[in-house]
């Protein structure tokens, strides 16, 4: 056996810090394409009607089936061969485009559904009463139901966020430089040699990451329902 | 774009014979890992000091690390510790290098599935309500028995549809097993993509098997859901 050095482990630390920001524009690019869909796909879910919400049904039984890595790879080499039909060549375009295409689909229908539990467990009387009392159909939204639907959302989101952490690991597969790319590169520069102490190094920054996260999130939600707290505690 | 499709008539079927691996490593990952996990939930509902520090610090260390990070972190640890314990400890002369890569592959999943399961159980047991096991000890039954007869069968109800999920999700998981060499699904097709440069079909068939071994997972779970829940049933009529 290789002998094991303990101090190397801080070594990986401090080489990999500055590619967790890469992690994190991956996730937060994610968040914000995969959004986009999720709330097309709540709301079609949400509205009842019968085309939109077979597709969106469909959508999300079907991406719910298939292993992040293989939609990687779809989109890796798919989507530049569809686009070249069209004369658009984007062979060139950063890793990070494919990324963030992948999981945006993938986790499109986790977001959609996030929303759609936040959506149905705020009580429809709210939105009844702001509409009474003159709000229109997009103030009541926006102003009563939104935020009372977003602290419900939170401890989904986060759980949501930390898985998508841990799948976004698999980018390294084609070729993204994020904590576990240059985590390989490293082990690839130092051949193979400090295996295990990169592995360790690696495993602690994101296990660090998830429980940062998760903390944001438990602080937040206990923050945001204060008011609902005391509302309950004076009726 | 042209698709190769006597390329891809050729690759499911090649693949298909990669099913039976993929749902050899779930199933015998979830018997190892289902009693284990049953276990370590208990530990931690009866609040036993030190098994259940333990079984928190594993659970969050498990679910807080990427799987790809456990498979190759095990994989590169665990052969040469392997050999180092049989040969140098116990003196035995087994050839660890050559053994079925898929012991490892059941290793890593097994590891990683009783985190996931031992929250799953911990939550389906709470469920069940407290008056249950102090009903079933008034009747005079111990705790072996009525863990056996009156909370485990509610709660298995009560974990079903996230039991569905899990495995799912294991059976997704499973196609990185290509990692560690084993010859499932997606190494089949991943071998038959780089002969010929054919990658997007080789994938969007992966993709097209995985969604019909999750189907027919599915279907199986919402039948056995429909047969355990028949007291439910019996009891609103």
């Known amino acids: ?235 | 774009m042209k698709l190769n499709t006597e390329f891809m008539r050729e690759t499911f079927i090649a693949s298909l014979g990669g099913v039976p691996k993929t749902m050899l490593i779930t199933i015998l990952t979830l018997l190892v890992s289902i009693p284990i996990a049953f276990a370590m939930a208990l530990s931690k509902l009866e609040n036993k000091k030190v098994s259940s520090k333990f079984v928190t610090a594993y659970v969050s260390f498990i679910r807080g690390t990427p799987i790809v990070l456990q498979i190759l972190f095990i994989y590169s640890l665990l052969p040469s510790t392997l050999n180092h314990l049989i040969k140098d400890v116990f003196g035995l002369s087994v050839n660890v290098f050559k053994m079925n890569k898929i012991v490892y592959a059941i290793i890593v999943f097994s590891l990683n599935n009783i985190a996931v399961l031992t929250e799953l159980f911990r939550s389906a047991l709470g469920t069940v309500g407290h008056g249950q096991m102090e009903a079933a000890m008034t009747v005079g039954l111990t705790k072996r028995q009525a863990y056996r007869r009156i909370i485990i069968p509610q709660a298995l109800v009560a974990a079903l549809p996230n039991l569905c999920n899990t495995v799912i999700g294991l059976i997704k998981n499973t196609s990185l097993a290509f990692l560690m060499a084993v010859q499932e699904i997606t190494a089949i097709s991943k071998m038959k993509a780089a002969a010929g440069y054919y990658y997007i079909e080789a994938y969007l068939m992966i993709a097209l098997i995985y969604i019909i071994v999750c189907t027919v997972v599915q279907l199986l779970f919402a039948l056995i859901e429909h047969q355990l829940s028949a007291y439910k049933k019996r009891l609103a009529v």
């Open chain 1, 1 to 235: 056996m290789h002998p094991f050095h303990p101090s190397y482990v801080f070594t990986v630390l401090v080489q990999l810090f500055p590619y967790i920001g890469v992690t994190l524009l991956m996730m937060l690019g994610t968040v914000i394409f995969g959004g986009a869909i999720g709330i097309l796909l709540a709301k079609a879910k949400i509205k009842r009607r019968i085309v939109p919400r077979a597709i969106a049904e469909v959508y999300t039984y079907l991406t719910r089936c298939v292993p992040s890595i293989i939609m990687l790879f779809i989109v890796y080499y798919g989507v530049p061969a569809l686009l070249l039909q069209f004369g658009i060549n984007i062979n060139n375009f950063s890793k990070g485009v494919f990324v963030i295409t992948a999981f945006s689909i993938l986790f499109a229908s986790n977001l959609g559904e996030v929303f759609r539990a936040a959506y149905l467990a705020v009580d429809p009387g709210q939105r009844e009463a702001a509409v009474c009392s003159g709000l229109s159909e997009f103030q009541a939204f926006y102003r009563i139901i939104l935020p009372q639907a977003a602290v419900h959302a939170l401890p989904n989101f986060s759980n949501m966020l930390v898985n998508l952490m841990k799948e976004g690991a698999l980018a390294y597969s084609i070729g993204l430089i994020d904590v576990m790319g240059e985590g390989n590169l490293l082990i690839g520069r130092n051949q193979g040699s400090y295996t295990l102490e990169t592995y360790l190094g690696m495993a602690i920054i994101y296990w660090a990451l998830t429980f940062v996260i998760e903390l944001i999130f438990g602080r937040l939600e206990k923050n945001l329902s204060k008011g609902k707290k005391h509302a309950t505690s004076v009726a």
